[in-house]
């Protein structure tokens, strides 16, 4: 059974800093693709950033440079660290597993998971 369990989300003031993570189980996670999206209250889901198996990273245009993907293999873990964070912020963030990385940019992942809120105050 696959499992993608988030963790890290919360309440923050606006300027400040948190962690996601997403532990995955029931998948070779180091052959997968594995993006973070989010979905704002009224929003589509969206992308905000992704990293290969062999550690190719994109992100959305609107968090560069204050979002860092990154993968640790060994626990089998991604995390997503959320700089200066902005009430624009506020959303749910999702974990996804692909093992084909284009069905990521496509919202057709493989896996998802069931998703951590992170509300930012002004």
């Known amino acids: 059974q696959v499992q993608l369990v988030e963790s890290g989300g919360g309440l923050v003031q606006a300027g400040g800093s948190l962690r996601l993570s997403c532990a995955a189980s029931?998948?070779?996670?180091?052959?997968?693709?594995m993006g973070w999206y989010r979905q704002a209250p009224g929003k589509q889901r969206e992308l905000v950033a992704s990293i290969t198996s062999i550690e190719n990273i994109n992100y959305a245009d609107s968090v560069k440079g204050r979002f860092t993907i990154s993968r640790d293999n060994a626990k089998n873990t991604v995390y997503l660290e959320i700089n200066l964070l902005q009430p624009e912020d506020t959303a749910v963030y999702y974990c996804?597993?692909?093992?084909?990385?284009?069905?990521?940019?496509?919202?057709?992942?493989?896996?998802w998971g069931q998703g951590t809120r992170v509300t930012v105050s002004s």
């Open positions: 029931g998948i070779i996670f180091s052959t997968n693709a």
């Open positions: 996804a597993a692909a093992t084909d990385p284009p069905s990521l940019e496509y919202g057709l992942p493989d896996y």
